[in-house]
């Protein structure tokens, strides 16, 4: 039986947070329903160690099927992890690709190293599949978290703005998303020219070349780390003020990586010419009740860890 969801984590020297990662999908006690596979960039620290931990003996570039069929496969405990590489690669993106083309779930996700997917997350996407099977693209929402895993704010799951969408924004939060095998090979994958709008891209992609709009389900799905060492997204830079304080702020937001996403963004409206929202369809489009549950969900659990509030 092929699983219901393939996870990949892109890795680079964050080996001192990639266990919790694995852990939060190991947490999910799912069984077979679901692989993980791992794409480390050629770490320098731990974080080879950490993925042979739960590979289990499977060693690298071998696909689990392959290996349990040779004569030299000896263990009895399947291992987590179905397939996993240490190598140089183009990025996270390209990593992303190298890991869903080992891939066999029907779904497909990324999770970030430094991330966790939160308890339950799984089994809420089976019972939305099982409620709308022709759909192929689900949606959960995402806590931010700050370096001791405690919730600075919370997000929900929206629905499908067709409002927002024509004019270059889909309101999905990277791993919070959960789409088929099928939609990322008729797109043509993660584009690897991107390190750091490659989500939104791909989200305008699905809408745009196979008309696909996705189901938001309940409750959450991502626990998205604040933290200094962190390859932050634009639309974390007005909540990292409480994490770096403000002169760090200040100095990321002229770094070259900063200067290089805000071009990237540019790209990509230019690709699909389109404009960034107006405050008017912000205002018009906006998924109302959602954002005051949101609203007080984050007076309810802040400051909580994830793990007591995800149950």
Sequence with gaps: MLPLLSIVIANYNYGRFLEEAIQSVLLQNMGNQIELIICDAASTDNSVDVIKK???????????SDWTSSSTQNSKTPPLITWWCSEKDGGQSDAFNKGFSHAKGRFLTWLNADDV???????????????????????GGVLWLDKSMRVLKCGRGRRFSEMRYREGNVSVWGPSSF???????????????????????LWLRFASKLGVRYRPFANYAWGLRMHEDAKMSGHNFSRQAEVLGKSELDKLRSS????QMKQEEMWMWEWFDRRPNTMITRFLSASYLQVVLAWLDTMRF?????????K
């Design 302 to 310: 802040k400051g909580k860890h994830y793990l007591e509030i995800c």
């Design 54 to 64: 739960y590979a289990n003996g499977l060693p690298p570039n071998v696909s689990y």
């Design 179 to 201: 789409f088929t095998k099928r939609m990322i090979g008729a797109v043509g994958g993660v584009d690897a020219r991107y390190h750091y709008t490659m989500d939104t891209e």
């Design 117 to 139: 997917m939160l308890p339950g997350t799984i089994e809420r996407l089976k019972k939305a599949a099982e409620k709308y099977p022709e759909c192929e693209w689900f949606v």
């Design 256 to 259: 070259p990586h900063f200067a």
